[in-house]
């Protein structure tokens, strides 16, 4: 649901798992900052319900939930996607989501670089100094991507940062922004140049302007590939096309309650 009047968004995300016998709703606000703030881009908090009865069983800071399982989505899709021997990361964004794809990408992938860029250099600076391991802040998204082998772009650009021809041949892009119709982070060079993968159809032929406004074939969802059913391709250019869904968010909910629950 937009809120015109001051560029945000609220999104309700209702899931049920019958394999973890857990439900929730995620509630959770987006607002397009044309200028540095200190309120995050995107707040969320999570309702963790008892589904043999409907009542609430707790109310959870989701922020930090809604970092980490999106960070552990693009770490699937980059596992499968990724060139065998890719050594060099580029992350264009400094924001929340920017530090727990940095965490989760260096805790299992051996890159021997890792490159950052943002719009405001500041906050890449930042963010190298703030990270463990040496990062490079780079003075253009252009000579960030540059050879890079796996690009993420968790920006709130709303036209295009990451432009195919920057790109080399066979790298891996998780492209985690640009969550409405009217937004872009890649270009269409790229978009069509790639073997595009995403985590859902249906939400990203309505929800990403990345893909609406490329017309670009979706080749594949993530959860085929992890099936089985369709092929990865590390050997092509790639691109996963990352919405998130309501069930990473309550599979992701219920670890946390069960493990509090049971006092760790």
């Known amino acids: 649901m937009p809120v015109q009047k001051y560029n945000g968004f609220l999104g309700v995300m209702p899931a049920y798992s019958a394999v973890d016998d857990a439900l929730t709703t995620k509630l959770v606000t987006f607002y397009e900052r044309k200028k540095d703030s200190s309120v995050h881009s995107h707040q969320a908090t999570v309702l963790l319900f008892d589904p043999r009865n409907g009542s609430l069983k707790v109310v ?59 719009r405001t250099k500041e906050n890449a600076v930042k963010f190298a100094h703030s990270v463990k391991g040496p990062v490079q802040v780079c003075s253009s998204a252009q000579e960030a991507v ?20 920057w790109v080399k041949s066979g790298a891996h892009i998780n492209a985690v922004g640009a969550s409405r119709p009217d937004w872009r982070e890649l270009d269409d060079d ?29 080749f594949a969802e993530l959860g085929e590939v992890v099936k089985g059913t369709k092929p990865a391709l590390p050997e092509k250019t790639t691109v996963f096309k990352s919405l998130g869904m309501a069930i990473e968010d309550t599979v992701a909910a219920k670890l946390v309650y069960d493990s509090w629950s049971a006092g760790n």
């Open 60 to 118: 959870m800071d989701g922020s930090v939930i809604t970092a980490k399982r999106t960070a552990a989505v693009s770490a699937i899709a980059t596992k499968f996607l990724m060139p065998a021997d890719a050594e060099v990361l580029c992350i264009l964004g400094a924001g929340v989501q920017a530090y727990s794809h940095y965490e989760i990408f260096t805790e299992l992938f051996s890159f021997k670089e890792v490159r950052i860029w943002n």
């Open 146 to 165: 540059t050879r890079a082998d796996v690009i993420i772009t968790v920006t709130m650009a709303t036209t295009p940062i990451l432009f195919g021809e």
């Open 190 to 218: 790229m978009m069509k140049n790639s073997v595009l993968y995403v985590d859902s159809r249906e939400a990203a032929l309505n929800e990403s302007g990345d893909v609406i406004l490329s017309r670009a074939e979706i």
